[in-house]
């Protein structure tokens, strides 16, 4: 079964062809950071503009490298929501448009189950398993029975980590988007210099919250003298990305020791942070559980994960409605019948 995957709902076009066999053939990144970076976030009404001009130019690049047409494909994946409606709008539609000229069936992905199912890239996943999905939207920790039937055990009162990253890295003119830039120039800091708090430390829920956080960071940057020196960001870094990283592995094990699960597994952009994956792993080890990081080509949006958890329905006989209809919020949904 060969698999055409789109992701357009955020500002990555992204198209992926994905083999059964032979895993991911293509994936195209198509991305819009410097049409955005001069507004400081991204643009909807842009972002929807750039995927219309982008992605169909992508997918025949991608047909054309591999020499095949849409006759060749077997099932058409697409992100069906959350996201900026807008951009979801363009890719869902060409989904669609696909299936019904091409006579192929259609699987409208939950973005966050697109995140998740990356690790199925990697290998198939031992579960039941407690997932942390950690973007710039989203900060929860799902537990992922099978595939196909998820829980939201936990989730983020305000910010997500990745827009804490993000935030925090425009405070001290780092570029857009910040959590790369942050994990880059933490490795340079002086891991003395500062504490930043743990929000809902002594909450004995699995839950989140960043803004707190984020304030503390403004304030501390705001006392340090203009213009900040190389090694104060480096130091700030360093205490940033051990206060996030400490919050999000403590609630990830305790979800799964709550659920008494064997694996944890991290997604989304955040899941490429080297601390939090060399933490988890530490963590997990400790710990007795399962745990393999994901590709971090995959943990960004793409639309091999797309494709990825398109197969995964096919499989099973699963396909979508050419009715279905893009959201721009709604946790992740399970498409399985429950037991
Ligand atoms: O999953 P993603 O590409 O898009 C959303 O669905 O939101 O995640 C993007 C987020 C951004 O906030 C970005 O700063 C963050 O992932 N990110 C990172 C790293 N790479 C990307 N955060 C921390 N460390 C990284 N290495
Ligand atoms: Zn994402």
């Known amino acids: 079964m060969k698999i055409l995957g789109i992701e357009t709902s955020c500002d990555d076009t992204s198209v992926a062809l994905l083999d059964e066999h032979e895993g991911v053939l293509e994936n195209l990144v198509s991305s819009q950071i410097d ?5 400081g976030g991204v643009v909807p009404e842009l972002a929807s503009r750039a995927h219309l001009v982008n992605l169909l130019p992508l ?34 539609s060409t989904a669609k448009a696909i299936c019904w000229a091409a006579g192929k069936p259609l699987a409208a992905v939950h973005h966050i189950e697109g995140h998740m199912l990356a690790n199925e890239l990697t290998a198939p ?44 890295a425009q405070f001290m003119g780092l570029p857009y988007p910040g959590g790369p830039a942050v994990d880059r120039v933490a490795e340079g800091g002086d891991p003395g210099r500062f504490t930043f708090p743990r929000p809902l430390h002594k909450d004995p829920r699995v839950i989140f919250s960043f803004s707190g ?16 020196s190389e090694q104060d960001v480096a130091d700030v870094c360093h205490a940033l990305r051990e206060a996030v990283t400490d919050v999000l592995t403590r609630r990830l094990f305790q979800a799964a ?3 008494g699960v064997r694996a944890v597994y991290l997604a989304g952009g955040v899941a490429a942070n080297s601390l939090l994956r060399t933490r988890t792993a530490e963590l997990a080890t400790k710990r007795g559980l399962h745990f393999v990081a994901p590709d971090r080509a995959y943990c960004t949006d793409n639309a091999a994960m ?11 006989g699963y396909r979508d409605d050419l009715s279905v209809d893009s959201f721009a919020r709604q946790p992740v949904t399970s498409w399985l019948p429950l037991p």
């Open 257 to 259: 020791q709550e659920q």
């Open 125 to 168: 996943m031992e579960l039941p398993a407690a997932v942390l999905v950690v973007s710039g939207g989203h900060t929860e920790v799902i537990l992922v029975r099978e595939i196909g039937l998820y829980e939201r055990l936990g989730w983020t009162l305000d910010d997500a980590a990745g827009e804490c990253y993000d935030k925090c």
């Open 306 to 316: 797309i494709a990825q958890a398109g197969l995964c329905r096919f499989r099973v």
């Open 35 to 39: 049409l955005h970076d001069h507004f």
């Open 59 to 92: 997918i025949d690049v991608l047909l054309t490298r591999r020499s095949l047409n849409l006759a060749d494909i077997d099932g058409v994946a697409v992100t069906r929501g959350p996201g900026l409606i807008g951009a979801l709008l363009v890719g869902l």
């Open 213 to 228: 956080l984020k304030t503390a960071v403004r304030l501390e940057v705001e006392r340090l003298p203009r213009p900040l």
